[in-house]
């Protein structure tokens, strides 16, 4: 392909697309964008840093060779006024992965938003931002280390579709009147109008994307977060379908936060990432409250939006925080600040976001190690203080440098030998044990676990009393009741002596069976007083329908079981204690 102004560097070798996966060659070439305003500052420094640190991380054996995009200011000078060239478009297609800094948007004229529009014409459906804090980065969290996240922001639809209707306009008196009259639905006169869509192409395209990541880069969980509560065919939509991609696609690597409860106990099958959802609200308290619990957060356009500036205010990234708009394969990187137009060409600002952006574009591409390299180098500059005028204002004795003068810095750490593994090594023992951690408390306390983590239970897996506690057919009475006493249990199951069947002794058999009898516990056996067999449900059934079993048979608990197995027990009060803390929507 030939292109008007856009140099292909020569040396280089372009990525392709194999099997599905990204083929990157020793010497690729990748697209930059400059971007305004502080664009070129912060290119400048960022270029230097990237190629510093490939070179120290492979001993030379590779190099990018950096092919430069236009857009924005830039564009328009050399295309005759055109800020969105379709030479560049295509060269961003054709090389596959590329990186840009901020670019303005004309205010006025009738513009389209830029980033916008490379969204749109690229494809570009998810927006993916991690959330990560840095040693000595000024946060506003007590345990800011614990925050480190992916969130797969899904940005092709959703209310940012644009089909919206403003008040007054023949197409709203039309939509409205539709609404009224055929659809039986009502709302304030004059309203403005807007669609919401949600499908699920593009839902499962979003989701499937988070959860590969999840694989490629072993982290723990993927959490679907919505308002399907209260938006059951759109948000509540999104969550069905972000399940069913899951089960369908990548049933083998993945079990719901249901099955990790009811089927493991709380632990978390060696590889496995578990699937799980939080309702929107509750995961902006979580994301404070306790942010090491998350991973990977896959979201609609609106809810993502807003979470992704929350979460890195929360680790003092505002300025610092990357991004990358991607498609199936073609991705771009890109800061997720502005051009700040009043710093523009004082090699001023702080470079991180960019940089950052780098870091993920070289995760992307398999160059592990030099992303690392960076990532260290960086903690290490931000440690001694040496940072740019934005982190010095809140930090006490930090030296404050140019946007080229923080780059020098961070070349000068690379050069001076970081111990890449060790640090790796380190980090990653540290979330091994938080992983632990977290699993003891799900062994030991699940239900609390539940209401802790912010989720709502919706099948007897999840508000069962476990482990029940079991005699063997020929127990006395008596003995079994007080195996009760001791462990705090209105009923005991009892196990089969050969003919396969399982039976419950329950508090209320010993009065009605045992006191009102008239007979003595001491030589009665269990199993003379037990209901048999067992009204048993399956793990996975939800609360409505074992509330109808119980109502149905008339009975104030059902036997949990799994391979006919008992597991454990629902009883009213279990029903009680879920309904009362988390509350009933009806279905
Ligand atoms: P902005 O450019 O992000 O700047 C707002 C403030 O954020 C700056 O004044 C500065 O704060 C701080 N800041 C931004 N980047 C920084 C950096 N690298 N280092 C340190 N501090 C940084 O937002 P804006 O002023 O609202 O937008 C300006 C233009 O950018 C608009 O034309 C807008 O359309 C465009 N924009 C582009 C993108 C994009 O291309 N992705 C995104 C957003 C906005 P202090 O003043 O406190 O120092």
């Known amino acids: ?228 509560n209260i938006m059951k065919f759109t948000e509540g939509a999104f969550r069905n379908w972000g399940y069913e991609v899951a089960r369908e696609e990548f049933g083998e690597q993945t079990i719901t936060e249901e099955e990790l409860y009811s089927q493991h106990g709380g632990k978390r099958p060696d590889g496995k990432i578990v699937i799980k959802d939080r309702i929107a609200d509750i995961i902006f308290q979580l994301m404070l409250l306790r942010p090491a619990e998350f991973d990977v957060l896959a979201t609609m356009n609106l809810n993502g939006d807003y979470l992704s500036d929350a979460c890195a205010a929360e680790v003092g990234g505002m300025g610092i925080a990357p991004g990358a708009n991607m498609a199936d394969h073609v991705a771009v990187f890109e800061a997720t600040h502005g051009t700040a137009p009043k710093y523009a060409g004082q090699d001023k600002v702080n470079p991180g976001s960019l940089l950052f952006s780098g870091v993920m574009m070289f995760e992307y591409i398999g160059w592990t190690k030099a992303a690392e390299l960076i990532s260290q180098a960086y903690a290490e500059t931000v440690k001694a203080k040496i940072v740019t005028y934005d982190f010095a204002r809140q930090m006490d004795g930090a030296t404050e440098v140019s946007t080229s003068g923080f780059a020098g810095a961070m070349v000068e750490q690379m050069e001076s030998g970081i111990d890449v593994k060790a640090k790796q090594q380190e980090r990653m023992k540290a979330i091994e044990a938080e992983r632990r951690e977290r699993e003891a408390r799900r062994v030991e306390r699940p239900f609390e676990e539940m209401e802790e983590s912010g989720r709502t239970p919706t099948t007897v897996g999840d508000i069962m009393t476990r482990m029940p506690v079991t005699v063997k057919a020929g127990t006395k009475v008596s003995e079994a009741m007080h195996m009760m006493r001791e462990h705090g249990v209105s009923s005991v199951l009892i196990a089969p002596s050969g003919d396969g069947k399982w039976g419950i002794m329950t508090q209320r058999d010993v009065v009605s069976r045992i006191v009102h ?27 409505y329908d074992c509330s109808s079993q119980m109502i149905g048979a008339n009975i104030r608990r059902v036997v949990v079981a799994q391979n006919e197995v008992p597991i454990g027990i629902v009883s009213d009060t279990d029903l009680f204690r879920s309904v009362e803390e988390f509350g009933w929507l009806p279905e």
């Open 1 to 228: 392909m030939s292109y008007k102004h856009i140099v292909i560097p020569e040396g280089g070798e372009k990525i392709s697309v194999k099997d599905g996966r990204l083929a990157v060659p020793d010497n690729p070439i990748l697209g930059y964008i400059e971007g305004d305003g502080i664009g070129p500052d912060i290119t400048r420094a960022c270029l230097r840093i990237w190629d510093a640190a490939i070179h120290k991380a492979y001993d030379g054996k590779r190099k990018v060779h950096w092919c430069e995009v236009f857009m924005g200011e830039k564009a328009g000078g050399i295309y005759e006024g055109d800020y969105f060239p379709a030479e560049s478009l295509e060269a961003l297609q054709d090389l596959i992965v590329s990186i840009k800094g901020p670019l303005t948007t004309p205010v006025g004229g009738g513009f389209r938003s830029l980033n916008v529009s490379l969204r749109q014409e690229l494809d570009l459906y998810a927006c993916v931002r991690p959330v990560k804090h840095y040693d000595g980065v000024p946060s506003p969290l007590k345990e800011p280390e614990k925050v480190d996240i992916v969130i797969f922001r899904e940005n092709s639809e959703d209310v940012y579709s644009g089909i919206e209707y403003q008040s007054g306009t023949p197409e709203n008196e039309k939509l409205a009147k539709f609404l009224r009259q055929d659809m039986k639905v009502e709302f304030f006169e004059q309203a403005g109008l807007g669609i919401k869509p949600i499908s699920p192409f593009a839902t499962k395209r979003l989701v499937r994307k988070a959860i590969q990541y999840a694989i490629d880069h072993d982290r723990e969980s993927v959490t679907l977060v919505h308002k399907g």
């Open 517 to 543: 009898a008239n007979r003595s516990p001491a030589t009665v056996k269990v199993e003379e007083i037990a209901t048999m067999p067992l009204v048993t449900v399956p793990v996975d059934m939800s609360l």
